[in-house]
């Protein structure tokens, strides 16, 4: 980018040392129209919960002193180019830390600018494992990877699978997005379901089809998971696109033994929209509301139920944690200089609301935070219950899908 070099230099030229502290800035671009404006406003509904929150308790202590801070947010736009500039613009701007805007493709851009500029990036999401891989020394990512989404998904369908209420061997239908995302997830389980000889034996994958995403129509993808005639149907898919799918396949008659859609299902707008269809779908998550088993958890969900009168989803949680993190790591390093947050935060082990207890950026991992995740599952009464692992459920999960007993197209 052309103006990069510029706003790198003006950045360094205006750099104040030893002035008091009068504000601290957090940008984030993220998407407020587009096709992800819907998970692009719960990001945001976490980010501004942070902020108030610290706000109201005096600020940040950097150095003895409290701090306001001030959210500065733009809409990206769901756009990539779009994020870009908004991250360029924000630099400009001098913010202290730059937030992430929502999904791995639009983290890619704007955390490479970020990068060039120097300005640390906390990104609240953004799975894809090859983001992290890319040498960078300002981007941390606070969602642990998208292989072990899959994983989990496949431990809990593997012990329905030894309790005999999913068939073996079993035959899976693999749909995922044309992304970094998708592939990783699809790579996942195909290699859960082939690393051992027991594994082989029990579970084959008879369909393996990426799809474009924002797509509007799915019709001929689910005709040719109808052929394949499938027990287990793993989905990897942002949300605008589970709704639209799962919709087209509810209305074709389609059910399946278990169906998942990765991160998705128990949002509030999919379930006011697909009503009853999206009853005991399966999906693998970073952070649930129903994981309010300590204080800290606890004040989270009554902070924001008190401010939205609704549940908090892990997109709400890991804007509110990203805020957490950048300014834990400007009160360790006693300043807002962009190095020395940098290393504050690559040394950072937080206590958090996510699964372990505590956050963390190993240098290993490219700074991307390991822990596991938590799979739940839509019941009929509008609830999303953790079903696994079984030291975190609240309840037992359901297996075979008891809605297929009515439908004359189950599993094909």
């Known amino acids: 980018m052309i103006r990069i070099g510029l706003i790198a230099s003006f950045l360094a030229a205006t750099a104040v040392h030893g002035a008091p502290l009068k504000e601290i800035r957090l940008g984030a671009a993220v998407p407020l129209s587009g096709a992800e404006s819907k998970s ?95 040498g960078f020394k300002n981007l941390f990512g606070l969602q642990a990877p998208i292989e072990q989404l899959g994983n989990a998904l496949m431990r809990w369908a593997e012990e329905e699978q030894q309790r005999g209420r999913l068939p073996s061997p079993a035959r899976i239908a693999l749909v995922w997005e044309k992304t970094a995302h998708g592939k990783e997830y699809a790579e996942a389980i195909k290699d859960f379901a082939a690393k051992t000889p027991r594994r082989r034996a029990a579970w084959t994958v008879v369909l393996d089809e990426s799809f474009e995403l924002n797509a509007k129509d799915y019709k001929p993808a689910l005709e040719r998971l109808k052929a394949a005639n499938a027990d287990v149907v793993l989905v990897d898919a942002h949300l605008p696109d589970y709704i639209t799918m799962h919709g087209q396949y509810a209305k074709m008659g389609l059910c399946h033994k278990m169906i998942s859609y990765g991160a998705r299902g128990p949002e509030r707008e999919a379930r006011e929209q697909l009503k009853a269809a999206a009853d005991y779908v399966t999906s693998a998550v970073w952070w649930s509301d129903e994981m309010a088993h300590n204080a800290r958890t606890a004040e989270f969900v009554k902070k924001f139920n008190d401010k939205y009168n609704r549940s908090a989803d892990w997109y709400e949680a890991l804007g509110y944690e990203a805020v957490r993190v950048s300014l834990e790591a400007i009160r360790h390093a006693g300043a807002t200089d962009h190095a020395a947050v940098r290393s504050a935060i690559a040394q950072l082990k937080m206590e958090s609301l996510l699964p372990g207890g505590f956050l963390a950026f190993p240098e290993q991992y490219g700074g991307q935070a390991q822990y596991l995740f938590v799979v739940q599952q839509n019941l009929p009464d509008g609830s999303a219950p953790v079903i696994y692992p079984r030291i975190a459920a609240v309840k037992e999960g359901v297996a075979p899908n008891p809605a297929c007993a009515t439908s004359k197209l189950a599993g094909k």
Not at 106 to 117: I, R
């Open 40 to 134: 692009g406003a719960r990001l945001r509904d976490g980010y501004e919960l942070a902020v108030e929150l610290v706000n109201q308790a005096g600020g940040v202590e950097v150095g003895g002193v409290r701090v306001p801070v001030k959210l500065v947010l733009v809409d990206d736009k769901s756009d990539g180019a779009a994020d870009e500039r908004a991250v360029e613009d924000l630099a400009g701007q001098g913010v202290d830390v730059m937030l992430g805007t929502f999904g791995s493709s639009l983290v890619e851009k704007g955390s490479a600018v970020s990068e060039k500029l120097g300005v640390p990036y906390v990104a609240a999401t953004g799975a894809s494992k090859a983001l992290y891989q890319r």
